[in-house]
Structure formats: structure tokens, C-alpha cells
């Protein structure tokens, strides 16, 4: 029988030919681009052996940038853990108007991120929404978007906001899947609201918080079309991401080279915290 | 008592949906109003103003952006399923030290950001003739929703009986024939995910299509609405009905086809 199946094998090597072209091998030239001096389109380049890297470590801009990646990584997931997880609580109750709820907070989802950063634009501009509430209780309007500390917290928040839908959505599922009796008995021996859910919720939403964690870090890590619409990286280099970095070392300051080098920190940057991740999840699925 | 619980329910729940949405809100208002209005961006226009959104048709060719997106999104879904569907087939039929390698290959691809691979990935489009094709940007989203698709189908294949299989190559069919008849139509729910998941990925691509779509008459969507608010002092009313328009059609189809939306995010988080 296993032969039967042994031929088919060849359905999956369009799939590998383009991870081939498009993933592997790229991979390889990046590593070799990123031990040369190239601009990007001269014929000439050398091969400056690690220089790029060490130059990179000392860089203050890409030294900021990979702190401000940490930042919207982590500061997203956090968040997006804490509201997304009390927001599927709630509408994990029931009453009036909970499905709305589920259906309008996950609806940013699925707009482009790009697009919902120019939309939140709209609201933090100079002369914009939430600067006319601002001026309505008598405030001065805040140029909210030129400091790079305020930006970057607004950044995250936008990233927040609209990415809530998804931790929402896991969570809720996760609650749903929580067999009821649990409760009951729980109930019985007089546990308390908070014990309840110390002692049977958290502990059995465990592998809903990984995956929720996973998902939003990553999407953090990564994050790119926000900042290009809300501050293209302002003021300065203040809320440069790797990834927006990346970008700008190439197409802006053409040094390819040294932008291959920002390609690898940003790829190695993910990967330990995807192996982190998924070290966590194997652990906590002996435990159970 | 109980009607005062579930109205701080209702409450919370409003005000969180709330300002997730707001700006959309705000958008629509803004998009709805001439330049020369200067009333604040919450208060909507007495008489809609619509000339922006004629404007932003033409001065942003949204038609030839809408038919760019769609192109390059029916496209890709075409092929993710295709591709995904038949790499699935034998990985997760045929158990083996070969197919366990290629499955653990395929799902380290998934580790890796495209992004980071930008440079040398611009280069070799420019050196296929792929940049600002539709060819080249499909080839590249179809390459990075592959891995996550190919899970999905691999998952869903897996627990789908071996005795159907069995029972028809008994009768004597080939493994071909086995999911072309059997596993093929069985599909059909994972299938829903994978189109949704990979739909809304491709038609919402900035990152990619920023690169390999620099043609004017190549751009996509989100390319047409960036370069609108790119241009300073650019008409920012006429850009906000540029962004309502663009997403109407993902709207819409999320409020008419909502389980699946969900069900799509589900499939692929929990995996």
C-alpha cells in the first residue's frame, strides 16, 4: 500500500520549486549580499567580509530600531493579550448585543493595515478628531505624532486596536471550549469568581494563550504598513521598525548591502522568538 | 438587578467596538466633505459632498487599482489552492523519513519573514524580469501563503479515514484517482479557510506589492491609497474616499460570509 502512495510524491514539488526559487535561494544570496559592499544596481561591488555587521552593531539607527521592534512586538502582545482576553469574557456572557459586538471589533482585521493606519490618521493629524476633543474640554491641540516616545505608543495602539479582533477571537473559542461542568463543581465547593478563573480558566486556556501569544508577536515583530502610514519612521529614524528600516537602507540610502545585513537581524530576530515560542508550547503540552 | 448586569455588558462592549471602528467613521465623514469645509471630522456634512469620490476614482485610477487587486488576488488564490491542496495529498498519505524532512522544510519556510529577505528577492525579480508583472508578484504571494495552507490541508487530509482510500484502491484505482474522487471533494470546508485566509492576505498586501509593483499602471490598491496621502498638501478628503472605496468590497463580503471569516482565523491559529 505504501508504494501506492510513494508516487504521488511528486504532487508536492511545485510547491517546493518555488520555496526553492523564492525562499532557499534568496536566503543564500542575502547572506552572500550581505558580506559585500553592493548599492544595489553598479556592477562592481567587493566583498568587505563582515564589515557590514560589525558597522551594524554600532549603528545608533538600527540599535533603535531593533529596541522600537522589541517594543511594538511585545507591547502589542501584551496588550492585545489583556484586552483580547477580557473582551472574550465578556462576550463569552450572554446578553444583547454580544454578536455585534464579535462582528464590528473583528472587523479591522480584514482591512489592510496600511489603510487603517491613514484612516487613524484622519483622528491623530494636527487638525484632527482627537484633537477637536482636545480643544472641546478647552486643551491645546498635540502634535501627536512628533514626538517619537508618543508615536510609538500610538503606533502600538493602532496595531493594538486593530488586531484585537483575532486574540478576541481565539480566546473566545478557547472559553467555548471549556466543558461547563468544570464550573459547576467548582461552584459546589464554593470557589470564589477569581479562583474560577485562576484555577479552571487560565489553566485551561493555556494553549489558547500560545497560540494568541504567537500569532501577535510575530505580526508585532514584523510590524511595517502602520508605520509607514502613520510616521514613515519619524521624526528622525525615532520609530523605524527593522522591517521599515530595511527599506529605507535599500531603497532610500542605497547600500544593499548593508541592508541584506539589517534582512538577517530582522530574520533572526523573529526566528528566536518563533523557537522561544514554540519551546514554551512543547513544554506545556507534556504538563497536560 | 439582572437589566442593570447586562446593561454595563452592553456598555463596555459598545465602547470597545467603538473605538476599534471610530476611524472608520471619521473617514467616512472626512470623505463625505469638501476641502473647504473645516468643520470638525466628527460632525458629518449637512449635504454629502460627493465629488471626492469621483475625483479619487479618476485623479487615483481606482478602476485600474481594483482591477490590478483583483487580478493578482484571484489569481493567487487559484494557485494556493491548486498547489496546496496536491502538496498536502502525499505528505500526509504517504508517511516516510523523505515526506517527515519535506513537512518539517515546509513549515521552518514559515519562520521566515519575507520581508527580511527583501533585498536579494527584489534582485532576483529584477533579474527573472518579474518586477511590476502580475506573473511575479502572484509567484511571490503564492510562495508565502503556501506553507500556512499546505498545514491546513495537510491537518484536514489527516483526519480524513485511510479506509475510504482503501476501499477504492481495492476497486482499483490509482492513488491519483484516489483524490481526485475521494479527497478532492472532501475539501470543500478547509478549502472556504484556505481562500479566505489567502483572499484577504493578497487583496490587503502593501509590503510586497511596494516593491514589486512600481509601475504606475501595476499599482494595487493599497499602493493607489499610500500614493494619495504621499503627495503633501494632496487633497486628504479625496484620499479618505479613495480609502472608504477600497474597502467596501472586503466589508461586505465579511458581513455576508462572516462564519467563515471566523472559521478561517480559527482553522489557522489553531492548527
Known sequence: ?288 | MKAARSAWKIGATALISAVAVFPIYITIVVSLKPQTDLSSFWVPPAVPFFPNFEGAFTIGRLATAFMNTAIVTACSIVLVVILSAMAAYPLARHRSRLNTAVTTFILSILMVPGLSLLVPLYVLLVHIRGISTYWGIVLIHVTFNLPLTIFLYLNFIRAIPRDFDEAALIDGSSAYAVFYRIILPLLRPVTVSVIILAGVAVWNDYQFSLYFLQAPGMRVLTLAISSFFAVSGGNTHMAAAAAVMAIVPITVLYVALQKYFVQGVLDSALK
Not at chain 1, 205 to 214: C, G, H, K, Q, R
Request: proline share 2%; with cysteine; aromatic share 14%.
Open chain 1, 1 to 288: 500500500m505504501k508504494s501506492t502512495f510513494g508516487k504521488t510524491n511528486i504532487m508536492y514539488l511545485p510547491a517546493l520549486a518555488l520555496f526553492l526559487v523564492f525562499v532557499v535561494y534568496p536566503f543564500v544570496e542575502g547572506i552572500r549580499i550581505a558580506f559585500t559592499n553592493w548599492n544595489g544596481f553598479s556592477q562592481h561591488f567587493k566583498y568587505v567580509g563582515l564589515t557590514n555587521f560589525s558597522v551594524l552593531l554600532g549603528d545608533r539607527n538600527v540599535r533603535t530600531a531593533l529596541l522600537n521592534t522589541l517594543l511594538y512586538g511585545f507591547g502589542s502582545t501584551l496588550l492585545q493579550q489583556a484586552l483580547g482576553l477580557a473582551y472574550a469574557l465578556l462576550l463569552n456572557q450572554k446578553f444583547k448585543g454580544r454578536t455585534i459586538g464579535r462582528t464590528i471589533t473583528y472587523l479591522p482585521v480584514l482591512i489592510s493595515a496600511v489603510i487603517m493606519g491613514y484612516m487613524w490618521y484622519f483622528v491623530l493629524q494636527y487638525d484632527g478628531a482627537l484633537n477637536d476633543v482636545i480643544t472641546l474640554f478647552g486643551g491645546k491641540k498635540v502634535l501627536w505624532l512628533s514626538r517619537g516616545g508618543t508615536a510609538i505608543a500610538l503606533i502600538i495602539a493602532v496595531n493594538t486596536l486593530q488586531y484585537l479582533g483575532i486574540s478576541m477571537i481565539i480566546y473566545l473559542a478557547g472559553l467555548q471550549n471549556i466543558p461547563e461542568m468544570y464550573y459547576e463543581a467548582a461552584h459546589l465547593d464554593g470557589a470564589r469568581t477569581w479562583r474560577r478563573f485562576a484555577g479552571i480558566t487560565l489553566p485551561l486556556l493555556y494553549p489558547a494563550i500560545l497560540t494568541s501569544v504567537t500569532i501577535n508577536l510575530i505580526g508585532g515583530l514584523k510590524l511595517f504598513d502602520v508605520i509607514r502610514a502613520l510616521t514613515g519612521g519619524g521624526p528622525g529614524y525615532a520609530t523605524h521598525s527593522l522591517a521599515t528600516l530595511l527599506n529605507a537602507t535599500y531603497f532610500g540610502s542605497q547600500r544593499a548591502g548593508y541592508a541584506a545585513a539589517v534582512g538577517i537581524l530582522l530574520f533572526c530576530t523573529i526566528f528566536v522568538f518563533t523557537i522561544i515560542t514554540q519551546g514554551v508550547s512543547r513544554r506545556g503540552e507534556i504538563q497536560y
